[in-house]
């Protein structure tokens, strides 16, 4: 029997042999939904078979899944993503395992046609797209839509679709709809297997880091379309009705997150209503287009603007919005700087001088190395078809962007990435310095994010991009104190009583002197909460589809105690759509479940503790310079109190005891950081140790 909140059946395509099956949801619902059911389905289809090496993302065997969750289609504000996972082409040096989420209509969409999600594998002989109408899934025809840019493709399929927007009603067997399909699609990028190709749903809803992009051009894959008009079983419809009500009273929504970029007329995912909005230009093609490093995709660092005032540059980046979301280009791999810079003086040993990038990535990169004299002019490395002597310009910026789509000239070296770029250099060295990238081959956030989120950056495949629980001063900066001035052992009382291990410690920064390794950043206490956070990550977000800028949330300053909506909100919305009685712990052990799994995935495509170690320059000081939310809580020994952290940073020593402690609590080989047995017993995947056993990596 199908669980509310679940279609029942997941679609299986393989391109190669056009074979289009139904799987039972159920079997995988012990991991929740998204990136959870992704990561079995994947084991199922590409591990256990143990008939390839799991090593390059381009190969036809190779499992991309569009999953959705619970909550998709059902209203739940901040609840619309579309998890997107398989192996990524764009990490580095192995292509690991990973994922990426999109937001917009296509989840509910899927959900409203009776699917869970879609999962390919194979490769068509030519371009084809996969069309889904309810129950119907075919294998069309793409020829006259590859070459196309992600926007005009879209058009094309709706035109085939002969719906009308919101003007006709469309018969659909014994149903009618107003909608026009739901597509996700390549641009140019993808098409030639880009390691930095985005998926584009709508106006620029994206998929973008990953290189997923690239995953559907290997496949000959041109879009996804599905369109539904069948209703979402709810369990409980007045609890779900109450636990909104109930969230909204005693959290009220702001005024959204409005973005960078020079916004008009903001929008929102579906479902997620016209106070939340981080789409902050409405779209011809849908309300999706999303706004972060999209909308400053072209900013550069003052010293690279050439005096370019503020409104030109906003001008030119809006522009530039619309140039990579046609040909579906990652913003944020391929950016000059992203959405601010911060001033280094108070540091002159910093080596990024003397502006340091949000984001240190390709386009920034490439030009460093240009005015450094490593390509370019009298170097084995052409710049064509870029002319740097109109860097600052609109016309640079479009053949930047269409030299990288079509891998033309030097396109052809920066389509594989900024880390590869580097290599393909031999400048890897500059991984410790100037081209500050997380472990796995992805832009750092902000040089080095909060702690945590960094250690989940290593423990995973990718940034893990989640800007949930910055821990900063409540009374500036993204926090917002509300007009309260918050003791620091104050807040840090509400941090730890609304995480499931109350322990105080759990949030301390010190990062110097015997402090760090007691209660600060390499302690066990910080293992516990790392821990905690992922399994929260992979379950919560990932998994369910409660999006970044929503969940999770442990303070908040317009609560008469600070509390934030988590831990009660979760499972209040899951249980009045699912008919369980599900705790938040309960949901943190499903997060457990999918996260030890990804962890064999990893193992056996070649993942050891050996490898997990911090790129250079987070062992020097200012590895987490950042311009805002720098005020951390620090205890000392005896009291707490807010301590500006811009200057922290890691030492080996410190990561290593880290490492042993998380080891340990996740259950896996301290010297290997392969899962062991019993750990992957308790969870219920005794086959998984099985197949790890086999192969030499059970811990």
Not at 58 to 65: C, R, W
Not at 207 to 218: L, N
Not at 649 to 676: A, M
Request: charged share 25%; net charge neutral.
């Amino acid at each position: 029997m199908t669980t509310p909140g679940y279609g029942g059946k997941i679609l299986l395509v393989n391109l190669t042999s056009k074979e289009i099956k139904a799987l039972d949801t159920e079997k995988y619902e012990p991991y929740g939904g998204g990136h959870g059911m992704a990561t079995a389905l994947f084991w199922d289809y590409c591990v256990a078979p143990g008939d390839w090496d799991l090593q390059d993302a381009f190969n036809p065997k190779n499992m991309i899944a569009l999953m959705t969750g619970p909550l998709s289609g059902t209203g739940v504000p901040w609840g619309a993503r579309t998890s997107v996972s398989g192996m990524s082409p764009q990490c580095y040096p192995i292509q690991w395992f990973s994922h990426s989420n999109f937001g917009g209509m296509f989840a509910a969409f899927m959900r409203m046609a009776g699917w869970d999600g879609v999962a390919v594998i194979g490769r068509a002989e030519s371009p084809v797209y996969i069309n889904i109408v309810d129950d119907k899934v075919t294998i069309e025809d793409a020829k006259d839509l590859w070459g196309l840019d992600s926007w005009k493709c879209q058009e094309q399929i709706w035109k085939k679709s002969g719906i009308r927007y919101g003007k006709e009603w469309q018969e659909i067997d014994d149903r009618y709809t107003l909608q026009r399909p739901a597509i996700v699609t390549i641009g140019a990028a993808g098409e030639n297997m880009t390691r930095v190709a985005s998926l584009i749903h709508g106006g620029g809803s994206g998929a973008g880091q990953g290189g997923f992009g690239g995953v559907f051009g290997s496949k000959n894959l041109k879009a996804v379309a599905v369109i539904g008009t069948k209703g979402i079983k709810i369990a409980d419809p007045k609890a779900l009705r109450d636990a909104r009500e109930w969230v909204e009273k005693n959290w009220p929504s702001g005024p959204g997150f409005g973005g960078f970029g020079p916004a008009s007329v903001g929008s929102a995912c579906i479902g997620c209503g016209h106070q939340r909005k981080c789409h902050n230009r409405d779209r011809a093609h849908s309300q999706d287009s999303d706004d972060c490093a999209e909308s400053t995709w072209f900013s550069l660092t003052p010293q690279d603007a050439n005096g370019m005032d503020r409104d030109t540059m906003s001008k030119l980046n809006q522009k530039g919005t619309d140039i990579i979301q046609k040909l579906g280009i990652n913003g944020m791999e391929t950016c000059f700087m992203g959405p601010m810079s911060f001033p280094t003086s108070h540091n002159p040993s910093f080596p990024i001088q003397p502006e340091v990038p949000a984001y240190s990535a390709l386009g920034w990169y490439m030009k460093k190395m240009h005015d450094m004299g490593i390509i370019g002019p009298n170097t084995k490395i052409d710049m064509a078809p870029l002319n740097m002597k109109k860097f600052a310009t609109e016309e640079f910026m479009e053949i930047y962007g269409i030299a990288l789509a079509r891998r033309s000239g030097i396109g052809d070296l920066l389509a594989e990435g900024t880390a590869r770029f580097c290599e393909k250099l031999g400048r890897t060295a500059d991984f410790d310095t100037l081209c500050r990238q997380t472990p796995w081959g992805f832009m750092d956030h902000w040089s080095m994010p909060g702690v945590d989120w960094a250690y989940g950056n290593l423990l995973d495949s990718r940034d893990i991009n989640s800007h949930d629980m910055g821990m900063a001063s409540p009374s500036g900066g993204f926090g917002g104190g509300g007009g309260k001035k918050w003791t620091c052992e104050d807040y840090v009382k509400v941090l730890a009583e609304r995480t499931t291990g109350n322990n105080h410690f759990w949030f301390d920064f010190s990062w110097e002197g015997k402090q760090a390794f007691e209660t600060g950043v390499f302690s066990k206490h910080k293992a516990e909460f790392v821990a905690w956070r992922m399994h929260y990550w992979t379950y919560y977000k990932e998994s369910i589809g409660f999006c970044d800028w929503g969940y999770a949330k442990l303070f908040s300053a317009s609560h008469p105690k600070g509390y934030g909506h988590t831990p009660e909100a979760e499972p209040k919305y899951l249980n009045a759509i699912t008919g369980r009685n599900h705790t938040f712990q309960d949901g943190l052990e499903i997060g457990r479940r999918a996260w030890n799994l990804k962890r064999a995935i990893f193992a056996l495509q070649g993942r050891h503790k050996n490898m997990e170690n911090f790129n250079g320059y987070y062992y020097r000081p200012g590895a987490s310079y950042c311009g805002f939310d720098a005020e951390k809580p620090i205890f000392d020994g005896k009291n707490w109190d807010w301590k500006n952290c811009k200057e922290l940073y890691l030492t080996k020593e410190g990561v290593e005891q880290f490492k042993n402690y998380y080891y340990e609590l996740e259950g896996w080989n301290k010297e290997s950081g392969y899962p062991k047995k019993a750990t992957l017993e308790d969870l219920g995947i005794k086959g998984v140790a099985e197949v790890l056993k086999s192969k030499g990596k059970l811990g």
